[in-house]
């Protein structure tokens, strides 16, 4: 699945498959300014830490097309800073406006930075990141399959499939691609409360995609894996910091815990897109608090007494000493994660810097 992200040039409206209402109904909502686009990340249409940023790319143009007048450029800065802030954990939100940015700037330098002549680059920028988040995912995936096992039961935590992406998946790239190497793959889902994001999304995506996949409570995991039930877990990240500690979806410790407890390999899958070097630990990762309605309430019926307060912290940190592996397009990065982030993202920006040289050795500039 890669158009549940789909951007119209002529009409210049963003179309997002609207995740709240999977998987009972499969409807878009079209985004027509940064509003919009807002509205969208906070209220989960689209949620997922590459898909947020894919998401946030194409708003950038929405938000360049809203601007007029000799104040575009601060106008535009201002919906730039807005969209950058929509949700605070997952990183790939600041990494994408940044990046279009960075286009902004050079094309300044470059003295095509008008605002006519910014939006070809702009709409040219989002859709390579769309099209350079699925090919990560792939290549994350075909290195991920390999710490799998044929016969493997697989257990993750909430999404990280395609809907969480532009395509194809993090820790269900990692799953697809073991499958693609010819393993018998199974997969448990946590439901993860209170999104429910395992129970609808990722049991949606991976029974449409014919793999076999069971769901069971947040609560059961300790049981599951007490019974030989769970070999691997691979899930998702939001941000990873410059230690390999890394913030996910609520409840993902606890399982990270658990398997270490029972000696069982646990895995984060992540594009280099979600590492945030200039987080040194976890313990300055922001962690999102969403409505308490959330927790209160499924659907219309109340669950809690009225006047009880409620946390709903949306994400948790698990320290790096408890993965085994983090699963990412340049590899899969081993202890101690400071030096292979550092080299894996070193190596990422040397290949874009020669890519960089080589379009503007082609266009003379
Ligand atoms: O609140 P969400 O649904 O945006 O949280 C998503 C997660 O925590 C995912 O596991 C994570 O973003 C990995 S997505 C490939």
Redesign the pocket.
Known sequence: MEDHIRFDRQDLALHLLDQRVLPEQEADIVCRNTDDVIYALQT?VV??????GVTAAWGCALALNETSGPEWATQLEELLDRLAHA?P??VNLRWAVDRMRKCWWKAMNNGGGDRQALMPIFLDEAAKMQAEDVEACKTLGRFGGECLQDGDCVLT?????AL??AGY???LGVIRGAIEQGKRITVIVDETRP?L?GARLTAWELHKDNIPVTVACDNACALLMSKGLVQRVV????RIAANGDA???IG?FGVALLAKHFNIPFYV??PLS?IDPTTPDGSGIPI?Q?PEREVTHVGNPRLTPEGVPVYNF??DVTPAELISGIITEKGVLQPPYGLAIWAALNEASAASEAEDTAANGKTGR
Not at 47 to 52: D, E, H, M, V
Not at 235 to 238: L, P
């Open positions: 989960m949620r997922g830490a590459p898909a947020i949700r954990t997952a935590h909430c999404n990280a499939g969480a992406t998946g993090t820790a999104f994001q899930v998702g990240a939001d913030a996910n979806k993902t899958a992540a979600t999102e969403r949306a994400f």
